[in-house]
């Protein structure tokens, strides 16, 4: 299957863009798109793919459908959707994307679910309590986006497309930054590993990176940028070198200084949420081989090697 030239420069997930463009390819022939949810990390670049899907998206008779795109979080309830987006999603048969749809409020998930249950016919009428409305699936396209699909109703997440982002490499990551560095700053391969070993595993994060780096290039006249110069910048600019938050520093000493511990126990001694744990801050630890769970949280030997210097 080939790749749609849309994506020609995204970098990574070429499994997601293949599926991609086989929808784009059949969307030009019958019109219709099925119910997408892109899954991914935090700053995966579910929006960024999001909008260049839209952008090759063409109809039958060769216009395209405009985008309208919302952020669950301004979604109080279903009142709120059915006075604020839905009138103009219908009128301009638009490609509505909602980011970070799994913060939809339970009423509207619930109205979802009815929806999209479309089997053979892909006109919905759902009435509510702020009235009767009409799902014209024909006309309409729907994409969400989600870093948290336990928030979404278990029914709603099977009638959706699920199109999963991969990890991205820290050779993707790499790319992705160098290409955010534009021709204003070069990079000496004395510094490659100390670039990528503050990346967090996400390219939002690379393009962060990309723009605190020229930022440092520009204040200090830099043209290249050096292991000597991003160790610099690094400590100018509060970056840490392994690129972990405070509150993941945090729980690197709390293991180092007390020992393997349960999900509960680090709980108990950080004041953070356990799903808060799992969620935000141990990711980022395994992924760098600085924690292992085994029952129990601990460092690895690369971890505690690590916390010897902190």
Not at 108 to 113: A, D, N, T, V
Not at 139 to 164: H, I
Not at 225 to 251: F, R
Request: glycine letters at 4%; hydrophobic letters at 35%; charged letters at 30%.
């Amino acid at each position: 299957m080939q790749i749609n030239k849309a994506f020609q420069d995204a970098i990574g997930q070429e499994s997601v863009k293949r599926t991609l463009s086989v929808f784009i390819d059949s969307y030009k022939k019958t019109d219709r798109l099925p119910f997408l949810n892109l899954t991914t990390q935090k700053g995966g670049g579910k929006t960024f793919f999001a909008r260049k899907f839209r952008e090759a998206l063409r109809r039958s008779d060769g216009s395209k459908p405009p985008m309208l795109e919302i952020n669950g979080k301004t979604i109080r309830n279903a009142r709120s959707f059915f006075e604020q987006v839905y009138p103009i999603w219908v009128e301009h048969k638009a490609f509505l994307f909602i980011d970070e749809g799994h913060n939809l409020p339970k009423d509207l998930q619930e109205i979802f679910l009815t929806a999209l249950n479309i089997d053979k016919n892909p006109v919905r009428t759902v009435t509510t309590d702020e009235g009767t409305f009409q799902f014209d699936f024909t006309k309409l396209s729907l994409c969400m986006a989600t870093t948290n699909q336990e928030k979404l109703c278990e029914p709603l997440r099977d009638r959706l497309r699920d199109v999963s982002f991969e990890e991205y490499k820290e050779s993707e990551l790499y790319k992705i930054f160098k290409s955010n560095l534009e021709s204003k700053v070069n990079v000496d391969v004395s510094a490659e590993k100390d670039i990528i070993s503050v990346f967090r595993g996400n390219p939002r994060d690379a393009v962060v990176k990309a723009e605190d780096a020229k930022t440092f290039a520009a204040a200090t006249n830099v043209k290249k940028i050096t292991k000597k110069v991003w160790s610099d910048m690094c400590l100018a600019m509060g970056i840490n070198p392994k690129g972990l938050s405070n509150s993941e520093m945090q729980i690197v000493r709390i293991l180092r200084d007390r020992g393997a511990m349960t999900l509960n126990g680090l709980s108990s001694v950080t004041g953070y949420q356990k799903q808060a744990i799992q969620r935000d801050y141990e990711q980022i630890l395994l992924r760098k081989n600085l924690m292992e769970i085994d029952v129990k949280r601990k460092l690895t030997r690369e971890g505690q090697k690590f916390a010897k210097t902190i």
